[in-house]
């Protein structure tokens, strides 16, 4: 190669370098916040309960947030990493939850009531947002698996952060075991793949299979493998045994973050990898006609049976639960099949009815999860039992409570109610009239589960009225602040469905 030619190379890489650098200010926030957190806890470790390091992560979830409102949109560092519309909406997802789930930190009890050093606990929670902000745009094999392993690493920490309390050090190491067991059937999945086709980017795989012909069986097993990954993070029957487990153990905040921001970037990569990978549009497809499933692997199928099996399963073993975390727990399965329904139908409406369920998802769980752990605050329990007479000890946790309840069930006005609408709407579209019926019979199924939760926090217990709990004025801000949304989308949803509309364009272009 001649000097003229290395001169353009070397052109060609940096004006790549800098136009992949400009897509990546939000994720080069979140690397600073991440430092900055760790040399702010560095000087204030004489002190345990200090929040310096938790605000420092707000300020730069603050200022990732500015980034991604003003974030181009293209291809970066050689085609690996996507900066679109539809990842830019799961992005929002994770950092609003993030946020979120830092502010709830402030106030738990579980967390500070032994003095314990907190700076690593609101770094790693920075490291596990950067890890689902590449996740969400990654269009790579090995930066997928890279992206997951970032997340992972941070959440088995997370998880058993309250290590003096026997059941959290459970947790963390049945999620660590589960955890390495399900990135090794993935990267092995990955491996086939790549000797497939000779391609780790998702758009050389899916131009490969369309172009030539592979050995179906090897296909159809290293594509279960890469799901496989995928549904350990999404809490998808049959890859949720972990998730009852180390949602029980672990913190009610990484709990309620794991059940929201891990499941919202698990379906950003599920999505994108079935789009761009596995599946085809054929010739003359709109936006609104289903893909083309290629080379004889039926993925609806799959999908289908994962979403009636995860449903089905979350559903009728959380009717059995005494404990609140992990009926929540059982509810998230639940809910991963319900949202696995959308990703079935695979075309534009089922992947917008999945954004926008997301979206009310997160605000209906947070808000259950935060109001769990005001509650253990006070009588020191998740027990359901000892949640008789709440509704009158504190008639805020009790109408809150029922409200987040209510829009997890999908009843109206509630968002939930809309969330649930556009999916079977979605699959009734679509002909897959059976999966559909079986979605509402499983929805009937959650509303006695959920029921029994106020059911005893205000038919049961009535004579608790003398033993009342005081909430600060800060806690029922945060609550109406949940609870606003729980309604307002439930009536004024079209500002939520076009912004869903529009990004689940994007990524079927």
């Known amino acids: 190669m001649n000097p003229e030619q290395l001169k353009i190379l070397g052109s060609s890489f940096l004006g790549d370098l800098l136009k992949s650098v400009n897509l990546f200010y939000p994720e080069t926030a979140l690397v600073?916040?991440?430092?900055?957190?760790?040399?702010?806890?560095?000087?204030?470790?004489?002190?345990?309960?200090?929040?310096?390091?938790?605000?420092?992560?707000?300020?730069?979830?603050?200022?990732?947030?500015?980034?991604?409102?003003?974030?181009?949109?293209?291809?970066?560092?050689?085609?690996?990493?996507?900066?679109?519309?539809?990842?830019?909406?799961?992005?929002?997802?994770?950092?609003?939850?993030s946020f979120v789930i830092i502010v709830f930190s402030f106030f738990s009890k579980e967390l500070f009531g032994e003095e314990r050093q907190m700076g690593e606990y609101y770094t790693l929670i920075v490291g596990m947002t950067f890890?689902?902000?590449?996740?969400?745009?990654?269009?790579?094999?090995?930066?997928?698996?890279l992206a997951i392993e970032t997340m992972s690493m941070s959440s088995y920490i997370l998880a058993g952060y309250t290590k003096e309390i026997k059941r959290a050090s459970e947790a963390s190491l049945k999620y660590v075991i589960y955890g390495a067991t399900s990135s090794g059937i993935m990267i092995y999945g990955i491996s086939l793949l790549f000797g497939l086709t000779g391609s780790l980017n998702l758009s050389g795989i899916n131009a490969y299979l369309a172009g030539n012909n592979v050995n179906h069986i090897t296909l159809l097993i290293s594509g279960i493998m890469i799901i496989a990954g995928i549904g350990y993070k999404i809490s998808a029957v049959p890859f949720h045994f972990w998730t009852p487990d180390v949602y029980e153990g672990a913190p009610v905040t990484i709990t309620a973050y794991l059940s929201v921001a891990s499941k919202a970037a698990g379906f950003a990569i599920l999505i994108r990898l079935l789009n761009s990978a596995f599946t085809i549009h054929a010739a003359g497809d709109t936006i609104n006609t289903a893909w083309s499933v290629m080379k004889n692997v039926d993925w609806t199928m799959i999908i289908a049976v994962l979403s009636v099996l995860s449903m089905t399963l979350g559903n009728f073993v959380a009717v059995w639960q005494t404990n609140v975390k992990r009926l929540l727990a059982y509810s998230s399965i639940a809910h991963a099949g319900y949202i696995l329904m959308g990703v079935a139908v695979m075309n534009y409406t089922g992947v917008s009815a999945i954004m926008i369920y997301l979206a009310i998802y997160m605000f209906m769980n947070l808000g259950a999860f935060f109001v769990v752990m005001i509650i253990a605050n006070h009588i020191d329990s998740?027990?359901?039992?000892?949640?008789?007479?709440?509704?009158?000890?504190?008639?805020?946790?009790?109408?809150?409570?029922?409200i987040f309840m209510v829009s997890l069930t999908g009843l109206p006005p509630t968002a939930g109610f809309i969330g649930k609408l556009y999916v079977f709407t979605a699959v009734l579209n679509s002909g897959m009239y059976w999966?559909?019926?079986?979605?509402?019979?499983?929805?009937?199924?959650?509303?006695?589960?959920?029921?029994?939760v106020f059911r005893n926090m205000f038919l049961r217990g009535a004579e608790k009225?003398?033993?009342p709990i005081e909430l600060s004025l800060t806690v029922k801000v945060i609550l109406i602040a949940l609870i606003i949304p729980n309604i307002a989308l439930g009536i004024w949803f079209g500002g939520l469905v076009n912004w869903a509309n529009a990004s689940a364009a994007m990524i079927l272009k």
């Open 32 to 97: 600073v916040t991440f430092l900055l957190a760790i040399l702010v806890d560095l000087f204030t470790r004489n002190r345990p309960s200090c929040k310096m390091s938790g605000y420092v992560s707000l300020i730069g979830f603050f200022v990732t947030a500015i980034f991604l409102c003003n974030s181009p949109q293209g291809m970066s560092f050689a085609g690996t990493y996507a900066v679109d519309a539809f990842s830019i909406f799961f992005k929002w997802i994770v950092l609003i939850t």
């Open 435 to 452: 999966l559909a019926v079986i979605g509402v019979l499983n929805s009937v199924v959650s509303l006695y589960y959920y029921v029994k």
């Open 465 to 467: 009225a003398n033993q």
């Open 131 to 145: 890890g689902m902000f590449l996740l969400s745009g990654a269009t790579n094999l090995i930066l997928i698996y």
């Open 382 to 402: 998740e027990d359901l039992e000892d949640y008789q007479g709440i509704g009158y000890r504190s008639p805020w946790l009790g109408v809150a409570m029922t």
